[in-house]
């Protein structure tokens, strides 16, 4: 039982690392344009394809990778100058609008350049295998590779935010947007920054799941809702709260899948306890969501206040 | 003595290390026009806020007729009879100029969960937010859409909307604010008339207005009351005078 | 807020004007919803003439949106709230329909009874939470919420889960098979139809509605004259989800098949599009925004698989190449009708 808990934890991590990944830019464009954007899971869908394409192209991932990066971050840019800078002085109804075109345009354009079938990537030859961990119990190299990856991103996005020059304009603008660009500060480059780089993150936690989750069109549309989520409950505009809400979502989501059936079986038969379980376990980030809410309307970590 | 319409004590209210408003403690009593002065950024707005419930005070006591509303929000010191006008107008532009008085009216009679009669034709309503308009002489453009008003306008019915809520104490912030010489001239008359009846706390930049308006005048200077007293006691007030009266002539 | 103190003095209409009009707004929006309702009562004579039935059952399916959209209506355009999970009370609706037929109770006064509970109550829960913030948490929340709907139908392995769940009949009403035919079904489609904008007309013009409509321009200003917005943002909510789960009901039958795509956050986007594309914050825009909508939907599919794109380059060019949005645009081309 330890065992499965700490494989399912260690999976529940992993998920919260590529949330985080998908969260961090998107909770900046939030907090700091104070602008929706639907469209951003269909960022990590093109990162994915990217890694895709560029893998079967060279023949390796890592160099896959290494071109689905500024590919993703270009990509990101090219949408930002085409469509989002005029979005940003305009209502949310315009933003929502725009951006759920943009989910449809995308999704259907990944259909008709890559097909509607799923691809599939192979895990690299040096990543592959598993490391064992205490006993029996093995680990896949390459999840491990994927946390490693997401934390050391994590620490370096931790010393952008709070140890350079654009990490403190980042910040300030995410309590005050106005005031930064009062300072004289030129905004609409800072939003293409943050747009921009936003897009590479959630390109690169796509690109990473690429070999261990089927790449097909509308993969980003279930990411993109959970990143809501996380961003709810961190705290719209909060790098830290995005990082602390996605390995809590990350954690429950996993564990809950595979424990709430037998934590009921506890208290019911083991068929209605399973059926129960399964029934129940996907809402139990939403029921996080809300409670949270209920108690913290602005999230955990809130920059600047969401309730009147 | 009877006890004052209006009680303050020791109000306070700091943003970080700021304190905008730092242990203000004024009454105002019935049928009386009280009004606050102070220089730009002497927390004159921030005070109207916390009088009208849409600031919540860090400390100190608000009593209004006899009873503590300190903690209360802005709707239900409304319903005590304690309104507010806004200095920047906020009537609702795209209702007409009746409904903008009716729906004040509306809040305080009956229940406005009633889902199915027009509210625009109930009699009652309309009468009492008419009765509102005539105060302030907008009566004869009632049925005219709100933002199609001109500033002056839109400042009287600013008033008509508070009156129409059946205050018993108005809180007027700016009125004149952005109002030309002639606009101005019929506000002044009109507060001149609202006097008789309405018990009145007026912050205002305009000092003409204001010594010809007012029974008393307290004068807020980074976020504390220097002075209050008649027209006359604050004008010569030497304190005032070097404050705030002597920068506006130097000025 | 709008800034409309500049607002010319002598072309002032004297009625009170919608915030975003479009097509069809103004005080033509009665005349307007008079003819499409005729259009469509004569429909069906004139599908059978023609020898055309499947006319019918498109139009069935254009009303049963119109109601939805319409709900919406009240949230989005009256409330200005913007909610992106209304797909989840059509869906729930439907469910109703579905899970009720399963045990043996085929009624559909029983089942609509059932939908609009089940609405309100999710409506009531959902919506409290939700309207305790604004703006972009508000569009996330409601998305998650409705969200959180569609994952848990498609885990309820019992009611047919992801692939959903096949009427064996229509609904009956006091054991009768009044619904069974496609011409019947859809005549009671359009009175539930009628009946919802009769009542959403008197409703936004009642108190309750004044308030609302006075929120939505200024929360402030009404709190100031002593008005608690999220009481009555909070109960336009729940009747519009109760709406909605009417049309679930509606549209349960119409396929005879209730699945959770029905609820699917693109569902509600849809919705949000219909309303904008016909006019929020008049009853008769989202009425002819499910027209237009379905039947461009209809219409691109035809030449292309690939219909999704063309309506995803439409929204964002309407968006980016119109001042002040859809709506403006539309109500540039078209003009707002004036009395």
């Known amino acids: ?68 990066l500024p ?68 680990y896949p190299f ?34 005050n947007a106005p005031m930064v660009s009062a300072l004289g500060v030129d905004i609409r480059r800072l939003f293409m920054l943050v747009f921009g780089f936003g897009a590479m993150l959630a390109g690169f936690a796509g690109a990473m799941v690429a070999p261990i989750l089927s790449v097909e069109p509308g993969m980003g549309d279930g990411v993109l809702i959970l990143t809501f989520v996380v961003i709810v409950i961190g705290g719209v505009g909060s790098v830290r709260g995005a990082f602390v809400a996605a390995i809590l979502v990350g954690l429950v989501d996993t564990l809950g899948r595979t424990f709430g059936p037998i934590v009921l079986r506890a208290v019911m038969d083991p068929s209605a306890a399973s059926q129960t379980g399964r029934t129940l376990a996907p809402m139990l980030i939403y029921i996080l969501m809300a409670a949270v809410l209920f108690f913290r309307p602005s999230g955990l970590f809130p920059a600047k206040g969401a309730a009147a | 003595m009877r006890e004052p319409l209006l ?38 707005t921030t005070l109207i806020h916390q009088l009208s419930g849409n600031l919540a005070s860090d400390s100190g006591k608000v009593r209004f007729a006899g009873e503590d509303i300190t903690k209360l929000s802005m709707v239900e010191r409304v319903r005590r009879g304690l309104a507010r006008s806004f200095q920047i107008t906020s009537i609702l532009d795209g209702f007409t100029v009746i409904e903008n008085a009716a729906m004040a009216v509306q809040a305080r009679s009956g229940s406005s969960f009633r889902f199915l009669r027009p509210a625009s034709k109930e009699r009652r309503l309309n009468d009492e937010a008419m009765a509102a308009l005539a105060r302030v002489k907008l009566d004869d453009r009632a049925h005219r859409r709100a933002g199609s008003l001109s500033h002056g306008e839109k400042r009287q019915l600013e008033i008509a909307i508070a009156l129409a809520t059946g205050a018993k104490l108005l809180l007027l912030d700016e009125p004149l604010a952005g109002t030309g010489h002639e606009e101005s001239a019929v506000l002044v008359a009109l507060m001149q008339e609202l006097k008789q009846t309405h018990t009145i706390v007026l912050i205002e930049h305009d000092m003409d207005a204001v010594f010809a308006l007012a029974d008393r005048v307290s004068v807020l200077v980074y976020g504390r009351l220097i002075a209050t007293g008649t027209p006359e006691e604050v004008r010569t007030h030497p304190e005032v005078r070097a404050a705030y009266l002597g920068e506006e002539e130097a000025a | 807020m709008s800034a409309g103190s500049d607002v010319a003095v002598s072309g002032a209409v004297p009625d009170v004007a919608p915030r975003r009009g479009g097509m069809l707004a103004g005080r033509g929006s009665a005349l307007a919803a008079a003819l499409i309702f005729s259009a469509l009562a004569v429909l069906p004579p004139i599908a059978l003439a023609i020898g055309d039935p499947f006319l019918v059952v498109m139009a069935t399916r254009i009303v049963v949106f119109a109601i939805a959209a319409l709900s919406l209506d009240l949230v989005l355009g009256y409330g200005a709230m913007v909610s992106f999970g209304h797909a989840a009370f059509v869906g729930l609706g439907a469910y109703a329909v579905a899970i009720l037929a399963s045990h043996g109770i085929d009624d559909v006064l029983v089942q609509a009874l059932a939908a609009i509970l089940l609405c309100s109550l999710f409506a009531l829960v959902t919506g409290a939470i939700s309207l305790r913030t ?20 498609v885990s309820l392995s019992a009611y047919g889960g992801d692939d959903g769940l096949t009427l064996s009949a229509r609904s009956t009403l006091f054991g009768l098979p009044v619904l069974a035919g496609d011409i019947s079904l859809f005549y009671a489609s359009l009175a539930v139809l009628v009946l919802a904008f009769l009542g959403l007309r008197a409703l936004t013009l009642s108190r309750f509605g004044r308030v609302l409509r006075g929120t939505r321009e200024n929360p402030i200003r009404m709190q100031a004259i002593g008005f608690q917005p999220f009481a009555f943002q909070l109960t336009a909510y729940v009747i519009a989800g109760a709406l909605a789960g009417l049309a679930g009901v509606l549209l349960a039958n119409q396929a005879e098949f209730v699945s959770p795509a029905y609820m699917s956050w693109q569902r509600s986007g849809e919705l949000i599009v219909m309303v904008v594309l016909g006019g929020m914050g008049t009853l008769v825009g989202p009425i002819g925004g499910a027209i237009a909508f379905l039947l461009l939907e209809d219409w691109l599919a035809h030449f292309s698989e690939h219909w999704k794109l063309g309506l995803g380059v439409l929204l964002v060019l309407l968006v980016l190449f119109t001042r002040g949005g859809i709506a403006g645009g539309v109500e540039r081309l078209f003009g707002r009708a004036r009395p």
Do not use: C
């Open chain 3, 134 to 153: 604004k703006g972009v948490y508000f569009i996330m929340i409601t998305l998650a919420f409705g969200q959180m709907a569609y994952f848990f139908m």
């Open chain 1, 71 to 138: 590919a993703a971050l270009l990509f990101g840019l090219v949408l930002e100058f085409l469509i989002f800078r005029h979005l940003y002085e305009r209502d949310h109804l315009d933003q929502v609008l725009a951006t759920f075109g943009l989910i449809l345009i995308l999704n259907e354009g990944v259909k008709i350049v890559w097909g509607a079938a799923p691809m599939s990537v192979p895990i690299p030859e040096i990543l592959s295998g598993a490391i064992p961990l205490i006993g029996p119990l093995q």
């Open chain 1, 142 to 175: 390459y999840r491990i590779a994927i946390i490693a990856a997401g934390l050391l991103t994590a620490v370096g996005l931790w010393l952008l935010v709070n140890h350079t020059r654009i990490g403190m304009l980042l910040r300030a603008g995410a309590v």
């Open chain 1, 1 to 68: 039982m330890f065992n499965l808990f700490l494989l399912q934890a260690l999976n529940g991590v992993q998920f919260g690392i590529l949330l985080f990944l998908v969260a961090a830019g998107l909770t900046l464009i939030f907090g700091i344009m104070d602008m929706i954007n639907l469209a951003h899971g269909v960022l990590y869908m093109v990162g994915a394809y990217f890694a895709a394409t560029f893998t079967a192209l060279t023949g390796d991932f890592l160099f896959g990778l290494a071109i689905a």
């Open chain 2, 7 to 44: 009680a303050v004590t020791d109000l306070r209210k700091s943003f970080g290390a700021l304190a905008v408003t730092d242990g203000v403690s004024f009454d105002v009593h019935g049928n009386e026009l009280h009004a606050i002065i102070g220089p730009n950024g002497a927390g004159k």
